[in-house]
């Protein structure tokens, strides 16, 4: 339904703000980029929100948690609420199921979703919720940024954008993950110390997933057919697809073949399916990774 509210956003097409007032989205954490994109979710209008983060709002959170306040971190805020106090503030109706925990320890809502923001930190934790969301068969927008300095150079900023859809190609194909960069994360898990993360990167990362998910659900552009595999160059500000794009073999993922569709178990060690007929399937990511 338009009305007055949404009148400037009426070139999305007649019926779009129908989809995204029916669509339900899923957040995977509500740090730098996913309050960002909460806050941008709520402008267009969604009204299904199912959201994820165990943590509270602490000093070191606010140079980047939109929505946050000072008093929300002298007086330990959980996450879930600054976002449902975004959502709300827009949108007084809307339904938000918000889980102050790890989604890992309760995959299930994200079921429902018609598609997933994944705002997670590291590799691993990117592996699952990928794994995750092609189970349940939704597309994912992954966003992620890192700083990095090497010797005397400038630090160097970097992010991307993935647009996951089951079935097409997944983080492995796409070269993003791999077997040797999942365990070295794992070798250094503990001993990172806090990661650089500043406001502005995760706002271009944030508004390029919320266009990528617009495009999804309205068409509007009538040229999202495909993957969708972003890079940032933040020292440049540069946003453009990835160069291992073209080195891209299919556009069929052979690591989450469609036919295995069951309950997820998420494992430290592994992944692994409740197939629907009962089995226990183990994805042999081993093998696959090195294709
Ligand atoms: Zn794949």
Redesign the pocket.
């Known amino acids: 339904m338009l009305d007055g509210r949404f009148s400037r956003q009426s070139f999305l097409g007649d019926k779009s703000q129908d989809i995204v007032e029916r669509a339900v989205v899923g957040l995977t954490g509500l740090g730098g980029g996913g309050s960002h994109i909460a806050q941008q979710l709520a402008h267009v209008g969604f009204l299904n929100y199912r959201i994820y983060d165990p943590d509270a709002v602490e000093y070191s959170n606010l140079n980047r948690l939109v929505g946050a306040s000072s008093k929300d971190a002298e007086e330990v805020t959980p996450k879930i609420e600054i976002v449902q106090r975004l959502i709300k503030g827009l949108s007084p109706h809307a339904t938000v199921l918000a889980y102050a925990q790890r989604w890992q320890d309760n995959p299930e809502p994200l079921r429902g979703c018609d598609l997933i923001f994944g705002c997670v930190d590291g590799f691993n934790e990117r592996r699952e919720l990928e794994a995750c969301a092609r189970r349940y068969l939704v597309p994912l927008i992954d966003i992620g940024m890192d700083i990095h300095t090497i010797g005397e150079e400038p630090p160097r900023m970097g992010g991307q954008i993935i647009l996951s859809i089951p079935g097409g190609?997944?983080?492995?194909?796409?070269g993003f993950l791999n077997e040797a960069t999942l365990a070295r994360e794992g070798e250094r898990y503990g001993d990172a110390g806090p990661r650089p993360q500043v406001v502005w990167p995760n706002g271009v990362l944030a508004s390029t997933a919320v266009g990528i998910a617009m495009d999804l659900l309205t068409d509007w552009t009538r040229s999202l057919r495909d993957v969708v595999y972003l890079e940032y160059d933040g020292n440049k500000g540069i946003l453009k697809p990835h160069g291992r794009l073209q080195y891209l073999s299919g556009r069929k993922?052979?690591?989450?073949p469609l036919h295995q569709v069951g309950d997820l178990v998420v494992n430290t060690e592994s992944i692994s399916f409740k197939t629907e007929i009962g089995a226990t399937e183990e994805l042999a990511f081993q093998g696959?990774i090195q294709n």
Do not use: G, K, Q
């Not at 190609?169 to 796409?174: S, T």
């Not at 993922?253 to 989450?256: F, L, N, R, S, V």
């Open positions: 190609p997944c983080m492995f194909c796409l993922c052979i690591h989450y696959l």
